[in-house]
């Protein structure tokens, strides 16, 4: 299945840029592992033979296609990822009319982690085979239930395909396989406060204030960003664990009616902080504060449309 | 029970005596209750004074046989408090004897004898005489 | 003796004169203000909320009275009483006496050291005699202006307060003083007062019984600044009341033993102490006695509602009597005339709600003015259908409570339509030219309060004048166009001076002034320091201004007192000095320090230290504030040729402003040529008509376009841009105005399908009857049954339409008129006529009509049965508790009322908000009831909600009057703290637009960067709080003023 | 530690009500603990979370932001913004383990000083009981 998504979308996007439709089409390339995927803008149709659509394909492709906001873009999206592409049109930070927006079914991706772990050697193939993945390691193939490998943040994914796209690839995928996203929220939840600051500045110690999380971030697009204007500030040159975490609560706020959940922060620190708890703990406040706050995380896409045009 | 108002306008024939006898303009009142809650003999009566009142606009048959117009002693509170100024003690007062005409049980003085007016109070022929006129 | 002109006088400053002398003085005239009390604010400072939105009323009220206190138009003269009048129009000569309060106003702090050492407690008066103040007092914390009063009847002259006045404001030895002035024309605002019935209605108690007090002392009671610190508790004995009761109609609606009319605000303000009373304390329960609950006005009914469904219980019936029990608890005596049974009830506390009366004082100014008064006292109108707002003397306007029972809104509407009158006469005086020159001189007089005393715009820093008032600062009047914003943090090195204020002993008794100022030597910027007695004083003033020059300062930063109260007299020496307002803070060491902490010296300096470093950490940080004025086009456009639309244009007119009246129709008139008579006094609407039409026509500034409809509508005050569309064939319009008003109308609501309407044409609406009356074809009819309420009350629009009881009353009488056999039945809910002679009229139509009145209520609506020879109308009528069957051979509709259909279509061109019966939504329920939140957009007349001519005339001139504000003007202010956006750092999310309660951000959708309209941006800073990125900010109070104050808030922590 | 705890507050006041609130504490000669700082904003609306979140970041134990009653909002409804902000802020600062009770949001009208002064009160005495936060320092305590 797999394969011929990854076809139609070589084909869908080779014809779009050969008829002029857009002038880039945003999907993945092969990494420099096979269990690692990039970010790829093909510009020409020859270019698009380089797209692949595989089980790895997690990161949020929605960042790299802001960079072309721009110019006239394609892109094969997963439902996560149009969810961002949503509340962007609704921050006037991309145009709907320069967009044209490939949804690609998904039944959630795979932890190229969780993946090592099982394989009992160097990971040579990776194929989807209905609600399992093949995985070729050494000498053997491991066949593996894909529910138990994916990513945190595919375990009951909430995402709706959106009434967004101009195309959509293959068939509506099966219901996402259930699970409790907020079991660990709920679990730091339960802590008394102390115990929650004291969980907190561990993970924030190791913080290097490299603003990846910030940069990586699809809904972080801001000009000049009001927490790190002050890099300069000499407490947050000496990292003072205050500082420190002042900028990760400031910045849990201003992402508290924009997070889609794509967890792209927590793939990209180099400390490890698992600041998908954040994105889990918005979400969640999203989901009960209906009734206390008009969060609706997003909106309908016809609203969109309006505000666009 | 339904109270029914023709379109004719012959109705209210009581009412207008009542008003013609007391001089009191009945529909004037605006039904607040003040008279029948200072009356020191509300409990006593089989309908207060301001629903009496709401009859006669209404022609709800049975006004003059209430007890309540007797049990009226005039003692003046309610017709002081009104804030419409209507004086209710009078509107008993055109009652009763509207009450006591209709009902023509007069004693004639002529026909009593001699020996009975030596007995009677002569305040009673009085009244007596009073429930005549007027 | 000295004589001053001003161009009109307004006698009495409670809310009404408030509001006319802050339009007259906005719109450029010099206004003189008389006040017989020692303070300003009238009835409405002494109430807890205001109706129906539970508004605080001082909240409300203190700003409008330091707004009159600073105004530089504004003459303010409290504890004094106008003595003689003679002239005429245009040309008065006033004799005022002017009280000696004993305290030298100029001296005077209104810190209370006097008071605390007074010996003499006496009942305070404004607190109901409730609670005890001194001989000197303050009538009220937020008193305007705070100047301290001797009460010389009780003063026993033993000079305890000289000695304890550090500044030495005691002066015994003043005396009171005449004041001789002449003026164009003059506005009666002297308000009313309420019953004390101690003589009238004494069967319930009050003055006998501890345990029953006055509405407006349970106002007093409910306040938190009252005299229980706004916990409800007995007079007698100070315990929580569990059970309450309010009596209405004390002395109202009672031709003896009171007063004839209806005091028109009691059922809500009654409504409103109920409700509260249940907030305060959950479990009490709230009964109210009255006879027709009169939720007449916008919201009102549902307010009403409201409480009921809160759980306040209300009895209809009128108790008769009142005795006390053992305990001080009260048992009153009433028929429940819903059930017909008379019972006693005990309640704790018992509240009644008296009747508005005339002041006493009207007597004696009617005759000192020359006007007629009422036989009650209230002040009379020339005609009080067409000139409700003109005494019966020219030059001389009335408004307000001075002219009968009001409420809050209608008087605000009065006060500007008198002040919209009272400008012609002056203005005729001196041309719009003359008006121009005349702003920035305000004759500085002896009389003039100085704002030190009377407190200031509480924005101070950040804030200015409000747009359209002439208040710049002396140092920059006459000055107008832009002025750049300086960074003056970037150009130049802050230098910033610090002054320290003892206040006498109010601060330097508590904190250690020595302390604070060597702290404030040692805080980075600072160049120079001085401590002072009394920083308001006028030498301090100088020392100031010398300091400034003389050590290059270009920040001052002055810790005293509250920058609400006294922020302007330093901005002022500021602006003499040539420094910015911007560049001025203040630390509040009083209020937060040494008063508040006065049994902890030690800490109160400590913290004191603290706001003086946090003051001069926000002065490093501030900036010039712009002052900016923009020019604006000296033309008014009316939508709408009723009788609201052609009044507020004649108003115009007569103030000199080009006005374009846009009708609808081909012909000018509105309802006018529809209904048949007008109440009071059933004059022909035709006769109406004409005679505005012709006024409408003899001004040659009205310009008219009829059968028009306004298309588009673009810019903002000053400069708005319309389309004007004359229909096929006929003109499309451009049209340049610097205001527009609404006057668009109402209609019937559309009752087809119910009450048999549109089936029958013997069920007819109101406007129908109008007409056929109008017509000669109503035939005569011999049962006519009117359906008050229809398609109002009830459970899908809750409203009341506010003036089908008036309606009714006044088509009976002319049923009567027509056909006097006719039998008249009258279908009611509750008879809401609450207006200026409204009950009088319809007791004297129950005496000569004598209609049979039905009540019912909307869980058993009337129900309308067309037969071949009567309608039956079926209602089942709760005071006889019986099912009536009426014959009738015409049923008339009192129907419900809404916006007129074009509503809609204007409410989106003018970017303006309605409620869901399609009336316009007014920037504030009582205080802007002519306003909308959008600047230079006014409303009048129905489509903001029903009401009678004459109150829609009032309004209309006072649509007018506020329109004419920036029109006479000629420019407006634009608000110095309004938020900026630094397009190069914006992302063009647009999460700041929606927070914008004023439709002043936009998202430039090509450009993707949000912009501020600056002139419609009133400076609250939601927006700005909004925006992530920080890229937009508000002047005064930037991110990085407000950073800085918290990074300085303390010393380094202690415990690190 | 050296001293005795004493609880440092910062408090973010509207300059129409509860502003004025602390005036009329002040002219009422109200007392209450002297461990809170006043920053006045125009409207409880420009209170932006940053602030708070900077207040605590140098050493605040407590935060009060004070606005008009609802309703009463000067502007109309910037107070109203300001309860919607502070919901979601409230909640975040609680995942983040700063106790809710270091953070409120109160009305109070001008009028209305003694509730000022009891709030007030009321607030330094439950930080006093919660203990320092100080997050300047290196014991961070919730």
Redesign the interface.
Known sequence: MASLIEQQIRTRASALLAEGWIDVFVGYRQGATLLRVAPFAARTPAEADRLVWNPVCGPNLVGTLRKYAGQRAGVALKACDACTVVELLRLHQLDRERLYLIGVPCQGMVDPDRVVAVAAGRVTSLVEDGAEVLIGAGNETLRHPRAALLLAKCAGCPAAPPDLYDETLGEAPPAPPAGDRFAAVRALEALAPAERLAFWRQHFSRCTLCYACQTVCPLCFCKECALTLERDDPRRLAREPASVFAYHLMRAFHLAERCTGCDECERVCPEDIPLSLICRKLELDRLEGTSRVAALPFPAPSEVAGEVS | MTIAIGANGQSGALLRRVEALSGQRLAQCYQCGTCAAGCPFAEAMDVLPDRLIRHLLFDVPGVLEREALWVCVGCDLCAQRCPRGLDVPRVMEALRLIALRTRGDQLPVAQIPAAALEDLPPIALVASLRRQTG | MERHAYDVLVIGAGISGLHAALDLADQGFKVLVVERQASIGGTMVKLDKTFP????A???A??KMVELARHPNITLLTSARVERVSGSAGAFEVLIWRQATYVDPEKCTGC?DCAQACPVEVDDVFNGRLSRRKAIYLQF??AVPAIYTIDYSRCVGCGACDRACAAGAIAFLRRSQPVSVTVSSIVVATGFETLEPTGLRK?YGYGRYPNVVTAIQYERLL???GPT??TVARPSDGRHPERVAWIQ?VGS??????YPYCSKICCMYATKEALITLEHAPGTEATIFY?DLRAYGKDFQQFYRRAAGHGVRYVR?????VEEDRDRSLVV?????LS?R?RRERFDLLVLSTAIVPAPENQRLARVLGIAVDSYGFFVSRDPLLDPLRSTRDGIFLAGGAQGPNDISDCVAQASGAAGLAAVGPLARMGVGGLRQAQPAVAPSSATVRPAETGSH???N??GPPVGANVTPRAQAGESGVQDARPAADAETARVGVVVCGCGKNISGFVDVPAITAAARDLPGVAFVDACTFACSEDVQRRIRAAIAGHGLNRLVVAAC????HGPVFQQTCAEAGLNPGLFEMA?I????S??????PA??T??AV??VR?AVARAGQSQELPLRTIEVTRRCLVIGGGVAGMTAAITLADLGIDTLLVEREATLGGKLNTLATLAPGDVPASAVRDHLVREVQRRSQIRLFLGAEVREVSGHIGDFRVTLDEGPGGMLNEVQVGAIIVATGFQEADLRGRFGYGADPRVITQLELERRLREGTLGAP??VVMINCAGSMDAENPACCRIGCGISVKNARMLHRLAP???I?MLYQDMRVYGKGQEEAF?DM??T?????V?YTPDRPPRVIARSQ?VVV?VH?V??N????????LVVLTAALRGDADTLRLKQALKVTTDDRGFYREAHAKIRPLDF?TDGIYLCGADHYPRSVPDTIAQAAGAASRAAIPLLRGQVSVEP?VAEVAA????????CVP?C?YGALH?D?ER?VAWVEEVQC?????C???C????LQ?RG?T?AQ??A???A??E????? | MSEPFEPRLLGLLCSWCAYGGADTAGVSRLQYPPNIRIVRVMCSGRVDPLFVVRAFEQGADGVLVAGCHPGDCHYATGNVFAEQRFERFGSILDFFGIDRRRFKLAWVSASEGARFAAVVTEMTEEIRALGPLRMKAHAWQA
């Open positions: 939105t539970n508004d605080c001082i909240c409300i203190a700003p209370g914390p937020q069967e306040s938190a600044s610190g706004g109609c609606r009672s031709v003896q033993g009171g006879m019936g009128r108790p008769a009597a005596t009433y028929e429940d005339t017909g008379v509480p924005a101070l950040g804030s509250s920058p609400i109260t509040n009083r209020n937060q320090c008063w508040v902490h006065s049994t902890d800490s109160a400590a913290k603290d706001l946090m011999r049962s056999e006719a039998r039945v007791t129950l005496d009509v004598a209609p049979q009145r009540r009567q079926l009528d005071l006889l019986e099912e009536l069957a009426i014959e009738a051979d939140n703290i190069e750092a914006c992302a063009g999310c647009g999460l927070h309660p998202l959708g993707k009133k400076g609250c800073g939601t700005v709080a909004a992530p990125s920080g890229a508000q109070f991110d407000v950073l104050m918290i990074g808030a303390w380094e922590p202690a415990y690190e």
